[in-house]
């Protein structure tokens, strides 16, 4: 594929030119992306940048304003021009989604959270009464065993540690035989050793299986240390696309602000 550009339908995201405002605030302005398939990249920027509004959008969990161009997920459409595409459900399910909020069922089990992630491959009914394939309990028992938490299957989501659900979702999002996954501050409420469990599974998800991960981050360490690339945002607008060793300091002066050369150069308070 070298040299050849990419075409919207083998990559992984599209974003082109899409502005989202939420009254008059503009929580993204014209924001054009693309994520080839096999990428780990680290969404960055200050809160309230707009990060967790450009992983919604792709979701289509949020409408952009209208006029504003396509997003696609592996070359289906989830919506455009403000309008949600009749190909969402198609698009949606090759993309395992993370977000802090919605992660699990809090009241079900590890494993019946992670079989929920067979839903868009079965019977409705199978579902709704929770009778779930051999294959699906199979498959829900390996990717627990995989990402770590299978000691915990039947333990309800509501009793684990963020580190665990967090891993939890994630092996929801392999049963749903996503390629790839988007998680939205995955780290931000789970301590150092969680927080690095998470962030080596994903990296290792991304290396061995090829899962295209893009993932948004308070920490640029964490970026810094597991994401090849990193595209940050301010005020809703793109500023930097590129490799992780283009985060210069001056670079991350420019995303999070003037405030942030004292937060490098400060000692620590306590020797
Ligand atoms: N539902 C909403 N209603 C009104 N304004 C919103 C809504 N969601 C986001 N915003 C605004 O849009 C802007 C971008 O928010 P967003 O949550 O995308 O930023 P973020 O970079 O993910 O921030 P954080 O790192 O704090 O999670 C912010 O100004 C925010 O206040």
Redesign the pocket.
């Known amino acids: 594929m070298e040299g050849i550009k990419m075409t919207a339908k083998s990559l992984a995201l599209s974003v082109d030119q899409v502005t989202?405002t939420?009254?008059t605030?503009?929580?993204?302005s014209g924001a054009s992306l693309t994520v080839e398939p096999g990428e780990m990249v680290a969404?960055i920027?200050?809160?309230?940048?707009?990060?967790?509004?450009?992983?919604?959008l792709a979701s289509g969990l949020?409408l952009a304003d209208s006029g504003s161009g396509a997003i696609r997920l592996f070359g289906e459409k989830v919506q455009e021009n403000g309008k949600l595409s009749a190909r969402v459900r198609r698009a949606r399910a090759k993309v395992g989604f993370i977000f802090q909020q919605f992660n699990l069922v809090t009241r079900a089990s590890l494993y019946a959270n992670a079989m929920l992630g067979s839903l868009g491959q079965i019977a409705p009914w199978r579902g709704i009464t929770g009778s779930f394939p051999d294959d699906v309990r199979k498959r829900a028992m390996e990717a627990l065993e995989r990402v770590g938490v299978a000691g915990h299957a039947g333990k309800r989501a509501a009793n684990l540690s963020g580190g665990q659900q967090q891993r939890g979702a994630i092996a929801r999002a392999l049963v749903q035989r996503a390629e790839a996954i988007f998680a939205?501050?995955p780290i931000?409420s789970l301590d150092p050793v969680s927080a690095r469990r998470v962030m080596r599974l994903l990296a290792e998800l991304n290396e061995q299986d090829g899962l295209t991960v893009v993932v948004?981050l308070?920490q640029v360490d964490y970026a810094l240390k597991y994401c090849r690339r990193a595209v940050a945002?301010k005020?809703?607008e793109i500023i930097y696309d590129g490799p992780i060793s283009g985060l210069t300091r001056e670079r991350l002066i420019e995303i999070y602000g003037d405030e942030y050369r004292d937060v490098m150069d400060e000692e620590p308070v306590r020797a």
């Open positions: 989202k939420y009254g605030a503009v929580a993204l969404l920027g200050a809160s309230g940048s707009g990060k967790s509004t450009l992983l919604r949020v939205d501050e931000a948004t308070h945002l005020a809703g």
